[in-house]
């Protein structure tokens, strides 16, 4: 069996997590801040689904196994918080990607767009720097991503070359 989207998918998490750590965050015009590597943070939603579809259930196995990598190469503060807010985003994302009977491409973008706002939020209020404008622009990058890999995958569907 194949494991590359899982394994991409533990990566991204560890990386990012580890950016948090290391990556200044940026000042927003009305006070609150915002974390840049958000950019990235879309993809990893979208690789759990793909990671979702090489293992099952047992992708929840590979985001505990990611935040326990986390933990020793990243700040453990950002490490926790990053895996309260996954916990929290992949539980409604899996839920979305699971249960809905859509075409892949639409189930890879209901997910994010449940999941990463509420990610967000929560990842936010946890290191303790949550604004309105934080969580929206947030939500925002880590849409951009989504958004950028469904594209691909509907190009793809219908013989688009990208």
């Not at 609150?32 to 979208?46: A, E, M, Q, Y």
């Not at 992949?90 to 973008?109: G, H, I, M, N």
């Not at 967000?120 to 880590?142: N, P, Q, R």
Request: some cysteine.
């Amino acid at each position: 069996m194949n494991f590359k989207f899982t394994a991409l998918y533990i990566l991204l998490i560890v990386a990012v997590n580890y950016g948090f750590s290391v990556v200044p965050l940026v000042e927003l015009p009305g006070g609150g801040k915002w974390p840049p590597l958000t950019l990235v943070v879309g993809f990893i939603f979208v690789a759990r689904d793909f990671a979702q579809r090489e293992i099952g259930h047992s992708v929840i196995l590979a985001m505990l196994a990611a935040a326990s990598i986390s933990y020793f190469m990243a700040d453990p503060y950002i490490a926790m918080a990053s895996l309260a807010a996954f916990l929290v985003s992949e539980f409604c994302d899996w839920a979305v990607y699971s249960f809905t009977k859509k075409p892949f491409a639409q189930r890879v973008l209901l997910s994010s767009a449940l999941g990463t706002p509420v990610d967000s939020l929560i990842f936010l209020s946890l290191i303790g720097i949550a604004s309105v404008e934080g969580v929206a622009l947030m939500t925002v990058s880590k849409m951009l991503g989504a958004l950028l890999v469904w594209y691909m995958i509907k190009a793809r569907q219908s013989g688009k070359t990208v």
